[in-house]
């Protein structure tokens, strides 16, 4: 077992966590003001240009982890990191995903509000799924879930893209926008910034065959109505958590009662 303290920007910090998520097993993550306190064994990777610092392994540190726990989402959605039991009582889906993962690991309104759009408009008529900006990869995780057996999942982040790949074995996992992939899907999920998605929403609409949901999250109140023009009609679900905006628009197909 090793511990380190990592030293440096936020946006370096992330990265080295995710990196170290990768390539070892993470036991505990103390983090603080421009540093992090990390126990973990394996080997360490290359961590970037972050300051490091070995301490001593057998220095009993406070874990950090102790106030972590299950997060519900939604009705049947339920959020935990690995080293969180989970709960006896629940009979949802479970997300198993880091902590420290790549953008979206489920704590922010935008994924929250994302999943819980998920919840109301996949059903089991949806066959494929594209994840577009997909950090850690925890919207394709709950498609599959819910049983999808498609799934493409892209970021323009390296870094985000292995950390999806590993959360994501079995998907179609890659660097890039969705121009790149490589086959029409039932169903689109786009968790990004309003300009963001607006860059990229010709290409998201070519590549959805409309069977299933489009799914934008992560718009701000305000924001979301210039997209109804794109898709030619008015959404027809709408949910906002902590002042970020999920919109849905049903698929052709769908089974869900309107």
Known sequence: MRRLRLSGAAAELRVALDRLHVHATVLCAVEGDGECDVMFEGDAPDLGPVKIEELDPDEEPVSGLEGDHAMRVGERIMIRPPWVPSPPDFEGIELVVPRAMAFGSGEHGSTQAALCMMERLIDDEIESLADVGTGSGILALYAEARGCERIFACDIDPDAVAVARELLPDANVFCGGPDAI?????????????????????????????????????????????????????????????????????????????
């Open 182 to 258: 490589p086959a029409s899907v039932d169903a689109v999920v786009a968790n990004m910034r309003t300009a963001e998605i607006r860059s990229c929403i010709e290409d998201l609409l070519a590549g959805w065959n409309r069977r299933g949901p489009m799914i934008l999250s992560g718009l701000r109140s305000g924001d979301e109505r210039e997209f109804d023009d794109d898709v030619g009609r008015e959404s027809d679900e709408r949910i906002e958590i902590a002042g970020f905006v999920s919109l849905g628009w049903r698929g052709e197909s769908s089974s869900i009662l309107r």
